[in-house]
């Protein structure tokens, strides 16, 4: 993205000079559908962002705001409600910093972004992480970067209609060039894990393909999960949630729960244990353990979750069959991307067989993208 071409627009549109501020999409390397169970994730945010050139208009409440990627223009107040729907998360930004004492007044504004819609690298959060630190540094308003992934999260709760976790903008926030973020999603403690893969590439594959993750399905996962920590429960009260719990401890209630119950609780103790040893093989550098990893929580999504497609587990195999050191699919499942750890050297062989042979397959073209680790939302000078 050419910060550049911004800042020429802001300046045809408003006359003046604003200043410039980034926050990126994410990746998460392993640690799926742990968020709700208590566990742990793994995200980075990563070298694709949104942008925004702005500056106060020394209006009490009237924001001016312009999407350059879809050449579109909105202009609120703030007691009024945006027309445009992604008016909503620079509204919901300010209402809920307003709402915890902030003082917002009018701005210009002018963005944009390289995070791709729809390929599951939270172009969303990195929108609200961008205006959420802009403001903040803009207004001199206090809030440290938790918060401000708290009012990213509660933007979209409030004004967007989406009951997210806190993953996508915490990453947002809080990425550091060259680590990765371990997060516990109860607790909200998190710890910087090096991510310096000398070596290898990582690329996301889009499927395009968008079967809907219908809130039933998504429902009715969490529901066995927590079925099957109420009856372990029974007969270990200190576990709250299935993060808390244990092979041995979900095995004393196999004829208790149903056989879907436990295949869905099964796949989420082992994904919380497979998050701590590539946490741990990351600290070594030791790759070939990572991708492993990763091959073992795609199998589980894919079997015991049951939440991937054809699309997803054709690129999975295809990854395996190339030598690629780690594939699985990322997100909440039936369609998005695979996420692939890839030698330096095979990359490009790599890249042009599953693209070559998905084609063939399905008749569309997976979207290719190269991602690089890099730093949370920043003012760029």
Not at 354 to 377: H, L, M, Q, W
């Amino acid at each position: 993205m050419n910060a550049q071409l911004l800042k020429d627009k802001f300046k045809a549109l408003y006359g003046s000079e604003g200043s410039v501020y980034t926050s990126p999409g994410r990746i998460n390397l392993i640690g799926e559908h742990t968020d709700y169970n208590g566990g742990f994730v793994l995200p980075g945010a990563i070298d694709k962002a949104m942008y925004c050139v702005i500056k106060p208009n020394g209006t009490p409440d009237r924001i001016k705001a312009y999407a350059m990627d879809l050449s579109e223009m909105d202009e609120f107040g703030l007691d009024d409600i945006p027309i445009k729907h992604w008016g909503k998360y620079i509204f919901g930004v300010c209402h809920e910093m307003m709402k915890r004492g902030a003082t917002i007044k009018g701005f210009d504004c002018v963005f944009a972004g390289d995070v791709p819609l729809g390929a599951g690298m939270s172009s969303s959060a990195a929108l609200e992480s961008c205006f959420g630190f802009a403001l903040n540094d803009m207004y001199n308003l206090g809030f440290d970067r938790f918060e401000l992934a708290k009012i990213g999260q509660a933007t979209e709760h409030n004004y967007v209609g989406v009951k997210c976790g806190i993953m996508d903008q915490f990453a947002s926030c809080f990425g550091k060039n060259g680590s990765l973020i371990k997060l516990d999603c109860r607790s909200l403690d998190y710890e910087y894990i090096p991510f310096n893969p000398k070596g290898y590439r990582l690329v996301l594959l889009n499927t395009c393909v968008a079967h809907e993750l219908a809130s039933s399905a998504y429902n009715k996962r969490r529901e066995s999960c927590e079925n099957a920590a109420s009856y372990i429960r029974k007969y270990h009260p200190e576990v709250e949630l299935l993060r808390d719990a244990t092979m041995d401890m979900l095995k004393e209630v196999v004829n208790e729960v149903s056989a879907e119950d436990f295949m869905r609780a099964e796949f989420v103790i082992e994904e919380i244990a497979r998050m701590g040893e590539t946490c741990e093989a990351l600290t070594r550098d030791d790759f070939e353990t990572v991708g492993k990893k990763m091959y073992e929580c795609h199998i589980g999504l894919s079997r015991k979750y049951e939440v991937s497609c054809e699309e997803l587990d054709f690129l999975n195999d295809v990854a395996r069959q190339c030598g690629v050191t780690g594939s699985r699919m990322m997100g909440g499942g039936f369609g998005g991307c695979t996420i692939n750890l890839v030698k330096s050297e095979l990359h490009d062989d790599f890249v042009k067989r599953a693209t070559e042979d998905y084609e063939r397959k399905f008749r569309i073209k997976p979207k290719v993208y190269d991602v690089v680790i890099s730093d949370g939302a920043r003012k760029l000078e």
